[in-house]
Nanobody, 115 residues
């Protein structure tokens, strides 16, 4: 059974930081590209940051220089360090795993940034 369990969300003031974690089980983590996506109320889900099997990263323009994605293959966990948070970063953040075998999503964690 595949599980992607996000944690680390919460309420933070503008300018603050949060670190999201996504613990994966039931997949071959080292063979999976991982990503963070977000969905704000009334908006479509969008890609925030992705990290490849080899560790290459890509970011949405809106978060470049503020967010950092990383992975720890020994812990089957992907992280999203979010600094200098803005109210427009408020959304539910989802973890995604993708390999040639399958694609899976976590249940999401709420991030709320107050102004």
């Amino acid at each position: 059974q595949v599980q992607l369990v996000e944690s680390g969300g919460g309420l933070v003031q503008a300018g603050g930081s949060l670190r999201l974690s996504c613990a994966a089980s039931g997949i071959i983590f080292s063979d999976s590209a991982m990503g963070w996506y977000r969905q704000a109320p009334g908006k479509q889900r969008e890609s925030v940051a992705v990290i490849s099997v080899g560790g290459g990263t890509d970011y949405a323009d809106s978060v470049k220089g503020r967010f950092t994605i990383s992975r720890d293959n020994t812990k089957n966990t992907v992280y999203l360090q979010m600094n200098s948070l803005k109210p427009e970063d408020t959304a539910v953040y989802y973890c995604k795993s993708e390999s040639f075998r399958r694609t899976d999503w976590g249940q999401g964690t709420q991030v709320t940034v107050s102004s």
